[in-house]
């Protein structure tokens, strides 16, 4: 299923903002696979263990983001990632997608709210049989984290763990993946260089979300990346004269609105109450006006 979704946002010609470098910061760069070793060597791919593999680091240590407060001088914050969520989507064999609809008692109605982006009470969707499965045939896997921030394990920690139900999460490349495949990440503040008592209001945190098919842009050949396609923040407007650069604030604005609802509409396409962006978009960012789609999204 091909959303036709423009996943990476447009770059400013000018010098960028803070919010661009931190953009550009946290996306990860996979050694790029080809099918052949001869031209023509095809569309790169990329394996997922190598991709999880990129996040180890900044899981450990953290991940340093350069920022230049206007009319201070610059600064390294550091910010360590959780995983937030992930789903896998594969073309289905016509036979698996008949057996999944004979499930289906005839007698038995489906209610449609139950499968919306709107119901914010949809928890946990498996691929073990479950109703998203049947309105999503070609979900392979799900995973979406409901834990507070301060109970969540690490990244590399949580990875494993959940290879351990599901080993395909080390296996699968990006080529095996269609299109709508995604990830999203959740990024906390955890210490600055160097630190300074009037720079405590870089607090924010972020919530990124990234493609996980084998982009059909080009790259250089060593490599992937994956910048994010969609966004959104928490406490940033609270913060935002640190943040502000000295290129303007109207250019930030339009930025994390375009990639606000590139994640709202992508999740709402596939059907996920993806319960940390329902809290990034009903607690993070009250500044933006709330737009139809988003009340209906976080039932507000």
Known sequence: MN???????????????????FLKHVTPSIH??????????GQPYFELKNLWEAYKEWSTYGLGVTLVPQGLAEVVQYYV????????????????????????????EINSSSASCQNQNQNKLRNEGSLNKVMNPDLLYQYLEDEKPTNRKPFADKIMELADEFPELMTLKSCDLL?????SISWYPIYRIPMANMLSDLHVSF?????????????????????????????????????????????ETLLRCHMKDAAINHMCLLQVAHPDLVFFVSEGDRSL????????YIRR
């Not at 959303?3 to 470098?21: A, H, R």
């Not at 790029?32 to 060597?41: E, L």
């Not at 064999?93 to 038995?108: C, D, K, R, V």
Request: proline share 13%.
């Open 179 to 183: 299109p709508n495949s995604w990830f």
């Open 32 to 41: 790029a696979q080809y099918q052949s070793d001869v031209p023509p060597w």
């Open 207 to 251: 919530l990124t979300f990234h493609s996980l098919s084998t982009p059909k842009r080009e790259h250089p050949p060593n490599k992937i990346l994956l910048p994010p396609f969609g966004l959104a923040t928490y406490r940033y407007d609270f913060f935002h004269p640190i943040w502000k650069s000295e290129c303007g604030t109207q250019h």
């Open 81 to 108: 990632p959780f995983l937030s969520g992930i789903g896998l989507y594969q073309q289905p064999a016509p036979s698996e997608t008949m057996n999944l609809f004979s499930g289906i008692n005839q007698g038995e």
């Open 289 to 296: 006006q709330f737009e139809e789609k988003e009340r209906k």
């Open 3 to 21: 959303l036709g979704l423009g996943l990476e946002p447009v770059m400013p010609k000018y010098n960028p903002s803070n919010l661009d470098q």
